[in-house]
């Protein structure tokens, strides 16, 4: 039997380090778009551990892939060949940018290993950032992350990193010869769910081309079909000339990607970089199962189409102001009465409904790719209850 809600709030108290705001439910099993509590109550999943379960919960195909991998084999290290790596290392290749990948186990550390590569490639260079952008908190991501909320108390950062607003003059006025890389969200999560315009992107790109330096798009939270494409650079006028991915990679397990086109390949030499667990069997063969649902187009159209429905319907919503997004990456704002965190607290509490505040007025839905048109309409009723 599982401690209790309270039993666990006692062990949080006395032994976790405090890093994080948890809300007072504890969740024992999940299957598809819903998760289950202590007490056995049923919940409307529509964050998906942000953006990790795109296959949903305990999907079988993944499940069965670590039943039969644990069996076999965990860990090996990368000093030797295992399978699972090097076929998750050519598919993820194969789908996107036709490089090579430098396997890891999140999305930080796969933006400290792009960070590396643009170092590698353009050696003292600076890396463009833009406001509102978040790359991770490791000091290397963090220091490309301009909140000052989670930077201050760090400092000092890592040096080498220019900000620049959101506009397509400024950025392509920022990138120059000492310009080792651009790195940017297509679409930025943390802060509200923006979507960066594609005149923006397109300035990126060309200020890279004139200059040499390297186009990065962090795709952790918008890759692996939260868009309604497999990546969401394939819906914009620029491709990349490297990505990282993590996030939904592992279907529920830890797994990041550095992504690079062919240009890009061979940057990195042996010794430059590594990672213990990077690319183990276990992760790596869950992630296989997990590229191969999340590429299927009949599940892809389906998330372009239920996107639009659940943005329609978030818009009749009392109290919403604006609803933006792409696919089923989705945030809208609400009038300044209505405070966003006591909604999501409603929500996840009076209705059983799991979203997510990501300010004082966003809230984001970010639901597993597997929902269906009935999953989309029950959320925006409980949602419409929370804001009653």
Wanted: proline share 6%.
């Amino acid at each position: 039997m599982s401690p209790s809600l309270a039993e666990l709030r006692e062990l949080e108290a006395a032994h976790a380090i405090g890093t994080y705001v948890r809300n007072p439910v504890q969740f024992v099993r999940g299957a598809g778009a819903r998760l289950w509590d202590e007490d056995g109550h049923e919940y409307l999943d529509f964050l998906a551990g942000i953006s990790v379960l795109n296959v949903g919960h305990c999907h079988p195909r993944v499940v069965a892939a670590v039943r039969e991998q644990a069996g076999l084999l965990t860990h090996a290290t990368n000093l030797y060949y295992t399978a699972p790596a090097l076929e998750l290392s050519a598919r993820l290749a194969q789908s996107s940018l036709g490089g090579k990948v430098f396997l890891c186990n999140s999305g930080a550390e796969a933006n400290e290993a792009a960070i590396k590569l643009a170092r590698r490639a353009r050696p003292r260079g600076t890396l463009v950032v833009l406001e509102e952008a978040f790359h991770g908190r490791t000091y290397g991501a963090l220091s490309g992350t301009p909140q000052e909320s989670k930077q201050a108390p760090f400092a000092p950062l890592v040096p080498g990193f220019t900000v620049v607003p959101k506009r397509p003059g400024a950025l392509a006025d920022a990138v120059g010869e000492d310009t080792a890389a651009v790195l940017l969200e297509p679409i930025q999560g943390e802060t509200g769910i923006h979507a960066l315009p594609d005149e923006l992107l397109v300035a990126a790109r060309e200020a890279c081309d004139r200059t040499g330096a390297v186009l990065i798009f962090d795709e952790i939270q918008t890759g692996m079909g939260r868009t309604g494409t497999l990546w969401a650079y394939e819906q914009t006028p620029v491709a990349p000339d490297a990505m990282t991915a993590a996030k939904a990679l592992g279907g529920g397990l830890p797994a990041g990607a550095l992504i690079t086109g062919p240009a890009l390949a061979d940057v990195l030499q042996a010794g430059d970089h590594g990672s213990t667990f990077a690319g183990g069997p276990l992760v790596a063969g869950a992630a296989l199962v997990a590229l191969d649902v999340c590429s299927d187009p009949g599940l892809l159209a389906r998330v372009r189409e239920l996107g639009e429905r659940l943005r329609a319907g978030l818009g009749e919503l009392p109290g919403v102001t604006a609803v933006r997004g792409r696919g089923l990456m989705v945030g809208f704002d609400l009038a300044p009465e209505r405070a966003a965190p006591e909604v999501a607290r409603r929500a996840l509490l009076h209705e059983r409904l799991i979203v997510n505040a990501t300010g004082p007025s966003t809230i984001r839905c970010e639901p597993p790719l597997i929902i269906d048109e009935g999953d989309v309409d029950e959320a925006v009723r409980r949602l419409a209850r929370a804001l009653a």
